[in-house]
C-alpha cells in the first residue's frame, strides 16, 4: 500500500516507465547492463532505506504536472509524504503511515487521520503473495532472467558504463529508429488508453479514502489519440561502491496529436534517489485526542471498480 502511495501523480507515467523497462531491461551482456541488472538486484533487497522519488510532465514547454514523495522504510513499517502540484495552480498533499501493522492516511486539506483496514481474508491473501514473492524459486528467476537478456540484444552497445573510483554511471539514450518498434507500438497503445475517460476518478472528499483529487491530475494532462510516437528514451544511474542505485533519472519524450488535431510534444521525467541505507527510521504519529475514522479499503476499492 505504501508503495503504491508514494508514487501518486506518477500513475501518468506508469505506461512509460514500463516502455523504458522493456527497452533496457534486454539489451544483452555488455558491461554497463550486467552493472546495472546488479545493482537492481541489490537494491530490492534492501528493507531499510529512505526513498525519494520526483515526477514531471511537461506539455509544449509547459509544465503541467509536478510530484515529489519521500518514503521512509524500516522492515514492516514505513512512513511518506506525497505533494501533488497541479495545472490549475493547486497543491495536493498526503501523508501516510504504517505502524503497529494499521495503514493510516491523512490529506494536507483534512485533519481527519484515515485508518485503513481489511479483512483477515484479504489480508492473509496479501500476505501470502508478499511471501511468496521474496521466498521465489532461485532457479526460475534465473530463467526469466535469461530469458529477458536474449529479447533485444542488439542493443547491449547503447548501454555506457563509465567510472570513478568506486562509484559507477550507467547510461542509456535511445532515439527514433533505435526505439524497438514493438516498445513503441506497446507504449503507444498505453498512452492512448490512459488519456480515455473510463468514468468518474475519485475526487477529495469523504466517499475518497485517499483524500486527494485524482480527476484533477488527469484533466491536466495532454490526451493523445493519433500519430503517437516515443521520440527518445534516455536513463542514467549512478551506482555507489556497494553497487546500490544512489540516484537514477528517466526521461520519456512523446510526440502526438489529440482529438482537435492540436500536436503535442511532452516530456515526463522520474528522478529517484535513496539515502540513509539501513539507517532510516520511519516517522510515526500519535493519535491520542486527533480525529480519525475507519475506512476498510477493500471494500472501499471493490465497490467503487464495480460501479
Given at each position: ?67 515529489a514523495s519521500t518514503v521512509k522504510t524500516a522492515g514492516e513499517d514505513s ?229
Open positions: 500500500m505504501n508503495k503504491k502511495l508514494a508514487m501518486i501523480g506518477a500513475g501518468v507515467v506508469a505506461g512509460s516507465v514500463l516502455l523504458m523497462s522493456s527497452v533496457y531491461a534486454g539489451v544483452g551482456s555488455a558491461p554497463g547492463y550486467e552493472a546495472y541488472k546488479t545493482a537492481i538486484k541489490n537494491t530490492a533487497s534492501i528493507d531499510n532505506v529512505t526513498h525519494t522519488v520526483k515526477v514531471s510532465v511537461e506539455d509544449n514547454g509547459k509544465t503541467v504536472i509536478q510530484a512512513s511518506g509524504n506525497v505533494e501533488i502540484r497541479l495545472p490549475n495552480g493547486e497543491t495536493q498533499n498526503l501523508q501516510f503511515y504504517r505502524q503497529d501493522d494499521r495503514q493510516i492516511l491523512k490529506s494536507g486539506e483534512s485533519n481527519v487521520y484515515r485508518i485503513m483496514e481489511t479483512d483477515n481474508e484479504f489480508h492473509n491473501r496479501f500476505k501470502k503473495h508478499e511471501d511468496e514473492a521474496k521466498f521465489h524459486d532461485p532457479g526460475f528467476s534465473r530463467e526469466v532472467e535469461n530469458v529477458i537478456d536474449t529479447l533485444v540484444g542488439n542493443l547491449k552497445n547503447d548501454v555506457t558504463l563509465s567510472k570513478e573510483g568506486d562509484r559507477k554511471e550507467i547510461a542509456l539514450k535511445l532515439e527514433g529508429g533505435r526505439i524497438p518498434a514493438l516498445a513503441n507500438a506497446i507504449g503507444s497503445l498505453l498512452i492512448r488508453e490512459s488519456g480515455r475517460d473510463h468514468g468518474a476518478s475519485p475526487r477529495a472528499n469523504a466517499d475518497n479514502p485517499l483524500g486527494i483529487d485524482l480527476s484533477s491530475l488527469k484533466d491536466g494532462l495532454p490526451k493523445l489519440t493519433e500519430e503517437i510516437k516515443i521520440e527518445a528514451v534516455i536513463l542514467t544511474a549512478d551506482v555507489n561502491a556497494d553497487d546500490l542505485l544512489a540516484e537514477q533519472t528517466a526521461e520519456l519524450r512523446i510526440s502526438g496529436k489529440d482529438a482537435d488535431g492540436v500536436k503535442h510534444d511532452t516530456v515526463v521525467k522520474l528522478e529517484v534517489g535513496l539515502s540513509d541505507i539501513n539507517a532510516t527510521t520511519p516517522d510515526t504519529v500519535d493519535l491520542t485526542g486527533k480525529q480519525t475514522v475507519t475506512v476498510d479499503f477493500a471494500r472501499e476499492a471493490g465497490s467503487k471498480h464495480w460501479r
